[in-house]
């Protein structure tokens, strides 16, 4: 299944209604996001949004801007406060997104056991020291394949899913964003070998694949990542996806989800891979899904 002109024509890539379940968010207490909670609560209740996760950035690494941000007792406070207030109009989860890197893993899985979130995502981002950065990323393009290409971010996104730490992986291919104009999206699109790796790890380590729309509204122009990805995901066994629309601004709240449920719906996806602190669950989608 590929995705022609035509699909792109008919995506709804505006603010969600009527949905779920929005697993994918950040608050002022990330220090990339201005959004006081109660601000997406509102929106959740107005479009008729049932249950969202707030996953504040958890950083391991000094050189990384979430790191010693917020702490864990401030960000669980505020999330489980603002759930009593909302309780009967929005469900509000406790869950973060902790960026994986190969050499922090024995830092992240400590952190894990000691703390408990409702939800977990695991996420690979860019280095600053990193080769994708933007005065950096054209010279290192140069003379390389694709898979080449990709390979320093793919590794540690692999590595992710091996860990199995995670309740979903978020954003698989956000690398997308940094490698525009130089290599386009479809170029990554035409090689799911190279993701193959990293979906087998996710089949093996029981960990779910998140479908993460803010590509639709960056340069990407995308999910993270594309329909034909998470096609393969479910070919090779899988059986677990998340949907999220990684919001860090009150506009973009839900942005392009009713797009990431589909996606996940044209893969042969029926619900959606959630957890709410206790053992995983399932959140079935909404009947216009079932085609
Ligand atoms: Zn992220
Ligand atoms: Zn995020």
């Not at 209740?45 to 000094?62: C, L």
């Not at 509000?92 to 960026?99: Q, V």
């Not at 996104?157 to 997308?176: N, Q, W, Y």
Request: overall charge negative.
């Amino acid at each position: 299944m590929t995705t022609t002109g035509a699909d792109k024509a008919l995506r709804v890539v505006e603010q969600a209604t009527d949905l779920p379940l929005d697993s994918h968010l950040h608050t002022d207490l990330s220090p990339d996001s201005d959004v006081p909670i109660d601000v997406y609560a509102a929106s959740a209740a107005e479009r008729g949004i049932s249950e969202i996760a707030i996953t504040d950035h958890v950083d391991f690494d000094p050189s990384y801007p979430a790191y010693a941000f917020a702490d864990f007792p401030t960000r669980e406070r505020v999330v489980r406060e603002a759930a009593e207030r909302w309780g009967d109009r929005v469900a509000i989860r406790f869950g973060c997104e902790l960026t994986y890197q190969r050499r922090f893993e024995a830092d992240i899985r400590d952190h894990l056991a000691r703390h408990r979130y409702d939800f977990t995502i695991g996420s690979v981002h860019i280095d600053l020291d990193g080769p994708y950065i933007a005065d950096r990323v054209a010279s290192f393009v140069q003379g390389k394949s694709v898979a080449e290409i990709v390979r320093p971010y793919f590794e540690e996104v692999e590595a992710a899913a091996r860990s199995g730490m995670f309740d979903t992986l978020g954003h698989i291919d956000f690398v997308k964003r940094y490698l525009t104009p130089h290599v386009m999206p479809d170029a990554l699109a035409a090689a799911p070998e190279l993701y193959e790796p990293i979906l087998r790890a996710l089949v093996d380590s029981g960990t779910a694949l998140e479908v993460n729309t803010s590509g639709l509204r960056q340069s990407a122009g995308d999910t993270y990542p594309t329909t034909a990805i998470v096609v393969l995901f479910r070919q090779l066994g899988g059986r677990s996806v998340t949907a999220g629309s990684d919001a860090h601004r009150a506009e973009t709240f839900a942005f392009g989800l009713e797009e990431g449920y589909r996606v996940a719906a044209g893969a042969g996806f029926r619900s959606l891979a959630f957890r709410r602190g206790a053992g995983r669950l399932r959140v079935p989608m909404p009947a216009r899904f079932r085609t």
